[in-house]
């Protein structure tokens, strides 16, 4: 069974190890530099339409136990990531480069980190793939202090977790046989769990683009 698992799909990985597996792999994804390219958003939508009757999995996933469960093992890995940052610093990203480590996987982490300030983006990066990997070591590492840094966890973890299961529960309700469509539907659901990083985005860049005519005057000083 464990050789027929593919890590990469949800589906195979929810009926191979059930609500422990999409619980643990929550955990290693939000919390381990190592679990990065694990599904993390696709697994819970996954999971949310699983929680649903009528689908083609033998025992359908418990609705309160995932809603308790995912929040907590995102928080839980988040704060081991935030934690092997602060004590490990700039060292536990300086690795060689190879097929699953790379640096702009950082690099990006670390301008969302500058780009939306420290409680934003732990919130923020919750939503998009890789950088919620990379951000909470680099929060512990940019000296994020812990008890702030909980508490926005706390926040994005719940957001994430809870909206996307929910979003997957209703499809599962509302659609019959969604379960046989299953990654198409979860591309689709996935786009729309990153509207409000776009907005986001679009709009410190909107507001970049406002400063940019005083930032090319010359002011005689360095600006900070």
Known sequence: MALAVNVMDPKSLIEAFGLIGVLVIIFAETGLLVGFFLPGDTLLVTAGIYTAAGTTLAHPLPLPVLMIGAPVAAIAGAQVGHLLGARYGRKLFERPKSRIFRQEHVDKAEHYFNKFGPAKAVVLAR??????????????????????????????????????????????????????????????????????????????????????????????????
């Open 127 to 224: 939503f998009v793939p890789v950088v919620r990997t990379f951000l909470n070591p680099l929060a512990g590492m940019l000296e994020m202090s812990a008890i702030r840094f909980f508490v926005w966890n706390v926040v994005g973890a719940v957001l994430w977790t809870e909206a996307i299961i929910l979003l997957g529960r209703f499809l599962g309700d509302r659609v019959k046989g969604i379960d046989k469509y299953v990654l198409p539907v979860v591309a689709v659901a996935v786009l729309l769990s990153v509207v409000p990083v776009l907005r986001e985005v679009f709009r410190g860049r909107r507001q970049d683009s406002y400063k940019s005519p005083k930032t090319q005057q010359p002011t005689g000083r360095h600006r900070r």
